[in-house]
């Protein structure tokens, strides 16, 4: 949840922050995309250490740059200090969601991983959503800088309590491993990076790597552009705003927490990843694009909350089932490198998002029609990458994991 607000936090402060530093929509855009130049780069290579380091101390001292950055940020006064809080906040978050998942492949068997993954990234959205209509009333009452001090209060809080009774393993609290039995399996054991990095180029990676760039893609723009657009062209105000904000949030929680649970039921059933967990997200990322063009194109107020709130929430599901379906094609003992590069592949997209949306906003004849055309970019991009993801993504076929009586008597 803090991770994912201290992202959130630069949209929800981007009119009054503009206007104080007269920083133009395409400089805006910069900012917005400088977080994500060295998330990309930390998320390769300290996710990749996951695999072999205690994932517990390295989250400590991430959640230690994440605090600072916080702290920091309200005594910026230029658009290069801006940038540059934001470019080592990037850099202290990028390897968290790797960190996340070879964390949570430790605790959950293979069957329950949709909803570990999932449970986690209800942090994300169902903390944004909380957050959000909070973090914009102390904005309204006491200006921009008490949004960053007050996520660093929280950050502190949460960083003494994952340090007294945060575990790396079951092994730490008495309870035994996990041991899931794969006969006839091709997936990789342990190897190094030189070994791992051809197996990144097939098919099945680079789809779902891509259709993880398309929610990338949608998160940084609802981050960095979404409150000024509600603000200056729908001329949200007051609980309006705070419900056009707040409610992509709350839907994205569901949605992630929801698909979870309903992925690995079908798991369950079925045994086969494709129809548990490749269909659902493609189906979903196909939908969510239909969403984008459809509220870009509504004049009601409500269908356009309406279609803004569905979007987002269902281009998530495949951040859900990502780490999922990635555990399927790697070895847990490589997963740390898959995810840390599945991060920093499909994350790559929100360096560009937010440039191309500043640049088409204000180089267009109006910032209504700039808005206009990059949402419409935006849909067509994710209806032809999610269908690709959807048709393309064909796992080997294996035969099916063996969960032992112990691991389902601890579930």
Sequence with gaps: MINQVDKIIIGLVSVPLMEELHLSPSQWGLVGSSFFWFFIFSSIVLGGMADSKNTKKMLTWLSLIWLTVQFATPFVSSLSMLIFTRMILGAGEGPAPALSTAI???WFPKHRHGIGFGAVLL?????????????????????????????GIVGLIALGLWMIFGKENPQEIGMP?????????????QVSWRQFLPYLFSKNFVFTALCGGCAYWLLSVQAVWFPAYFSKIQHFDGQTLKLAVALPFFFAAFCQLGFSMLSDWLYRKTGDIRKSRINLAGFMMVLSAVCVYLE????????????FT???????????????????????????????????LSSSTSIIAPLVFG?????????????????????FVMFVI???????VRPVKKKHTTITSEDQVIV
């Design 359 to 379: 640049y088409l906003i204000q180089y267009a004849t109006t910032e209504a029609i700039g808005y206009q055309y990059a949402f419409q970019a935006t849909s």
């Design 386 to 392: 999610g269908l690709l993801f959807w048709v393309g």
């Design 104 to 106: 949570i492949g430790k």
């Design 123 to 151: 942090g994300t959205t169902g903390g944004s959503a909380i957050a959000s209509p909070l973090l914009i009333s102390l904005i309204d009452q006491y200006g921009w800088r008490s949004a960053f001090v007050a996520m």
């Design 177 to 189: 491993s996990f041991a899931q039995k794969e006969t006839n399996s091709t997936m990789l054991s």
């Design 310 to 344: 569905l979007a987002p929430g269902l281009s998530y599901v495949i951040l859900s089932l990502a780490p999922a379906i990635l555990m399927d094609f790697f070895s847990p003992k490589n997963i740390g490198k898959a995810q840390g590069v599945f991060i920093a």
């Design 296 to 307: 870009n194109i509504v004049s009601s107020t409500n269908l356009k909350i309406l279609f």
